[in-house]
């Protein structure tokens, strides 16, 4: 017992002495954003000269359009303008000779280039994306959303499957605020938060670097600097994936959608406490979101939830089990076509559609 609270004082104490040196937000913001616009701006001028790509579209009613865009410079976004207003407003992620692309992000080479939006025969992977962008969000609205003098420490967004119901952000408080429970009245002013911030339309811009550079770029958190070693060590390349929304710089385990706008209803539903970690009392903030394309009716809306309200148990990286089929192999009676049916099917446990 003298044990765990010795533990218990020195990680407030480290917690306290973090946040005494951090310099104030807007300060992180600012040093973050002009590192990202160094590399951005330096990985631009690896293109001096205009070379054009042959970028062969591929979907519906379009396989054998040919599109000559330029190398370095255009994108798939670039590439949807060629075509109607549908697939720029609609379009969500990109295949890119069939690897997963993100719609800022520049080509380098002729490729053949579809399209993905929530409305796909199998949109999978989109719906991955969509969670993990919506959990992105949320911590973006948690860093904005307490006065300078109350640190915000953003420690992961677990990769959770949209069956779970929620998706979630881990963060760690100013310990000033470990006796604070958030009200509704709470929840609801973060979700005004990611609200303004959709309503903004902001795009998520994708920016692949070396870990010297995401290490730069989150030089004032020790958390963050393991995690970019971490997801460095992870990938064949050695690199790591930043996005910029705004002004806020994140580090990504996977693809995010195009922008803030493609999120329709959104909602945080929970913030609950996770115990005492290496810088603190831990949180995991959660909520729930269905895009633009898909609507629930608020009776829909409520069951979903008093779902997300519940903790999402993420599991341990040795508990977790291979990734369920693709939609196309899975029997009819297990195929979920759309974000939202999947959402209700883990609400009420049967087959339902909104």
Aim: net charge neutral.
């Amino acid at each position: 017992m003298a044990t765990r609270t010795v533990c218990r004082l020195l990680q407030r104490r480290y917690a306290s002495t973090a946040a005494a040196v951090r310099p104030p937000a807007a300060e992180v913001h600012s040093q973050r954003n002009a590192v990202f616009s160094r590399e951005q701006a330096r990985q631009r001028a690896l293109y001096p000269r205009i070379e054009k790509i042959e970028v062969s579209m591929q979907g519906p009613g379009l396989d054998g359009t040919m599109l000559i865009m330029n190398r370095g410079m255009s994108t798939p976004l670039s590439c949807a303008r060629h075509l109607t207003e549908y697939h720029v407003t609609s379009s969500v992620l990109a295949l890119v000779d069939g690897e997963l692309w993100p719609l800022h992000q520049p080509l380098t080479h002729s490729c053949s280039l579809t399209l993905l939006t929530f409305k796909d025969n199998d949109p999978t992977l989109v719906n991955q994306a969509y969670w993990r962008s919506c959990a992105a969000l949320l911590g973006q609205v948690l860093e904005n959303a307490f006065k300078d003098n109350y640190t915000v420490e953003l420690l992961s967004t677990p990769e959770v499957p949209v069956v779970s119901g929620a998706f979630c952000c881990d963060v760690a408080l100013d310990p000033q605020l470990d006796s604070w429970s958030p009200s509704e009245e709470s929840l609801r002013s973060l979700t005004r938060g990611a609200q303004q911030l959709i309503h903004q339309d902001l795009a998520w811009e994708p920016l692949e670097v070396a870990p010297s550079v995401a290490l730069e770029v989150f030089s004032h958190s020790r958390y963050k600097q393991e995690e970019v070693e971490q997801k460095a060590a992870q990938n064949p390349k050695g690199t790591v994936m930043l996005y910029r929304c705004g002004d806020h710089i994140l580090l990504s385990g996977g693809p995010l959608v195009a922008r803030t706008g493609l999120c329709s209803q959104y909602e945080v539903t929970a913030l609950h406490g996770l115990g005492q970690g290496p810088i603190g009392l831990q949180r995991r903030a959660q909520g729930l979101s269905l895009p633009l394309q898909l609507q629930a009716h608020h009776t829909v809306w409520r069951k979903l939830r008093q779902r997300a309200e519940k903790l999402v148990d993420v599991p341990r990286p040795e508990e977790v089990t291979p990734p369920p089929l693709s939609t196309s192999d899975q029997p009819d009676s297990q195929r979920f076509d759309t974000l939202g049916t999947t959402l209700l099917v883990s609400a009420t446990d049967r087959p339902s559609l909104l």
